[in-house]
C-alpha cells in the first residue's frame, strides 16, 4: 500500500466553482505538507506548505492538514481556467527534498 | 529566476543499452534531486546529492546509478536500460542551507526503452 493516496481525478469544474482536492497518508512522522502544481509538459513548482496541522491561506488557495485524521485538504477558491492543471500532494519527515507524493489529480476548469 | 535545464524533452532508446540523462541548474545549488513520475504512481526518488561528488540512495535506487562531479550538473545513468524503465524523468534542486527549501524541476525527459 502506497504511504500517500490522491484520488487521480480528472476532476472537472466550472470557471468560478471551489475546487477541493485532498489526500489521505499513514506514516504519522510526516511534519510538512506541500502542495505541488504541474502544468501540461512542465516540471511541479510549489504551490503551499504547512507545517504540522492546521490552515494556511494564500490568496485563493487554502491548505488544511489535518494529522489525528491523517488527511490533508486543497480548496482553490474561484477557480480560473488557469488553474486546469494536476496538482500533486507530497510531504516528508524533515528534508523537503526527499518527498513523498501523491499520485496527482488532474483539474479541468471550464470556461 | 532558478533554471533546471534538462538536455532532452523525449529519448527513445533500446533495452540494454547505456543511457546517461543530464541536468543543469544555473543558480549555485547545494541539493539536487532525480525523480521518476509515473501515471498512478506519482513522483519517486531515485537518487539525491547533497554536495559535489556525493550521492544517496532514495526510495527506488535500482538500477540506477548517478554522478556529480562538478556542482551544478546531476547525471543519471541507467546502466543497462529496461522496458520498465520507461518513465517521466525529473530532475530538481534546491538551496541547501537548511535542507528545507523548496525544489525547482526541470521540465522532465520522456524517456522510452524498447
Known amino acids: 500500500q502506497k504511504e500517500v493516496e490522491q484520488d487521480p481525478g480528472p476532476l472537472s469544474v466550472p470557471e468560478g466553482a471551489i475546487v477541493s482536492l485532498n489526500c489521505t497518508y499513514s506514516?504519522?512522522?510526516?511534519?510538512?505538507f506541500m502542495w505541488y502544481r504541474q502544468y501540461s509538459r512542465k516540471g511541479p513548482e510549489l504551490l503551499m506548505y504547512t507545517y504540522s496541522s492546521g490552515n494556511k491561506e494564500d490568496g485563493r488557495f487554502t491548505a488544511q492538514v489535518d494529522k489525528s485524521s491523517k488527511y490533508i485538504s486543497l480548496f482553490i477558491r474561484d477557480s480560473q481556467p488557469s488553474d486546469s492543471a494536476t496538482y500533486l500532494c507530497a510531504m516528508t519527515t524533515d528534508s523537503w527534498g526527499k518527498l513523498q507524493f501523491g499520485a496527482g489529480t488532474q483539474v479541468v476548469v471550464t470556461p | 529566476d532558478v533554471k533546471v535545464t534538462q538536455s532532452s524533452r523525449y529519448l527513445v532508446k533500446r533495452t540494454g543499452e547505456k543511457v546517461f540523462l543530464e541536468c543543469v541548474q544555473d543558480m549555485d545549488h547545494e541539493n539536487m534531486f532525480w525523480y521518476r513520475q509515473d501515471p498512478g504512481l506519482g513522483l519517486r526518488l531515485i537518487y539525491f546529492?547533497?554536495?559535489?561528488?556525493?550521492?544517496e540512495k532514495g526510495d527506488i535506487p535500482e538500477g540506477y546509478s548517478v554522478s556529480r562531479e562538478k556542482k551544478e550538473r546531476f547525471s543519471l545513468i541507467l546502466e543497462s536500460a529496461s522496458t520498465n524503465q520507461t518513465s517521466m524523468y525529473l530532475c530538481?534542486?534546491?538551496?541547501?542551507?537548511?535542507?528545507?527549501?523548496?525544489?525547482?524541476f526541470g521540465s522532465g525527459t520522456q524517456l522510452s526503452v524498447l
Open positions: 530538481a534542486s534546491s538551496l541547501g542551507s537548511t535542507r528545507r527549501e523548496k525544489l525547482f
Open positions: 546529492s547533497y554536495d559535489v561528488k556525493m550521492k
Open positions: 506514516n504519522s512522522a510526516f511534519q510538512y
